[in-house]
């Protein structure tokens, strides 16, 4: 597997240096992520692919992942485009439903389709068995973590989940959409989890202290932090408090917070 690396030049405080899109060129030409319809994205993709791409996969609804779709579509009518459902996210694209175990075929190949939902509902990873190679999405990004917003379709259960079935997979390798190729993919998922490990401890020790809401938890964990980020920071620990519902470990009334037991 060695797709092309298309960038999809779109820098930002929410993208880091934007996003990578894949294509996969060969019989059944496949693109995964449509980026966000940058002129010099289509560009590229018409100097790998004159004909255009055959298939256009996207990993979820984010906008920096679909966006691209319609002008993709006005400049290749005949491409197909598909994703797993978010009915209330999916807008007015034409996209085919693609579920669980699905496989799609691509230039090298097939692709198995694996619902991941955490980071949002209607997240797959994209698994080509050949090459033991990932597609992630936005899963893993190598060097931070990832966002689970717990108040927009995220879901830290789902997500914790989802890594653990990419575990059991033994990945040599991980394309993300954001920040360089994974070379590791168990190393970093086995990071990851020791990071949400000692973030659910953080959570747990500011219950403790009878620190009880998302506002006064997130200033106690996140000593210091960008305005712009602080909304995120306070997403990230309702989705911390959500799962310690779940596991009956917290439970809240109205907007405060408390320790089971
Ligand atoms: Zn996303």
Redo the contacts with the bound molecule.
């Keep these: 597997m060695t797709p092309t690396l298309l960038h999809a030049g779109n820098p930002g405080p929410f993208t880091g240096e934007g996003n990578w899109t894949y294509l996969i060129p060969g019989d059944h030409p496949v693109l995964i992520d449509a980026g966000v319809g940058q002129a010099a994205h289509l560009d590229a993709i018409a100097a790998s692919l004159p004909a255009g791409p055959a298939e256009v996969i996207v ?2 609804a ?1 906008s ?2 679909t966006g691209g779709a319609p002008v993709i579509q006005s400049r290749w009518p005949s491409a197909r485009f598909s994703k797993y459902p978010w009915p209330e996210r999916d807008g007015r694209m034409p996209w085919r439903s693609l579920a669980d175990g699905d496989t799609v075929m691509s230039g090298a190949g097939p692709l198995v389709v694996l619902h991941t939902p955490g ?2 509902p209607d ?1 797959i990873a994209l698994w080509h068995a050949d090459s033991r190679s990932l597609f992630v ?2 899963l893993l990004v190598l060097g931070g973590t990832v ?1 689970i917003p717990a108040s927009d379709g995220g879901n830290l259960v789902d997500y914790l989940v989802s890594l653990e079935r990419l575990r059991q997979l033994s990945p040599a390798r991980a394309w993300p ?1 954001h920040g360089p190729v994974i070379e590791d993919p168990e190393r970093l998922i086995t990071q990851y989890l020791e990071h949400r490990r000692q973030r659910e401890e953080q959570v747990l020790a500011a219950l403790a202290e009878r620190i009880e809401t998302v506002d006064a938890i997130t200033d106690r964990i996140y000593a210091t932090l960008a305005p712009a980020l602080v909304a995120m920071a306070r997403d990230s620990v309702l989705a911390h408090l959500i799962k310690l519902e779940a596991d009956g470990r917290a439970q809240r009334h109205d907007v405060h917070w408390a320790i089971v037991g």
Excluded: N, P
């Design positions: 990993t979820h984010h920096d992942h980071h949002s997240h999405g936005d966002f959409a």
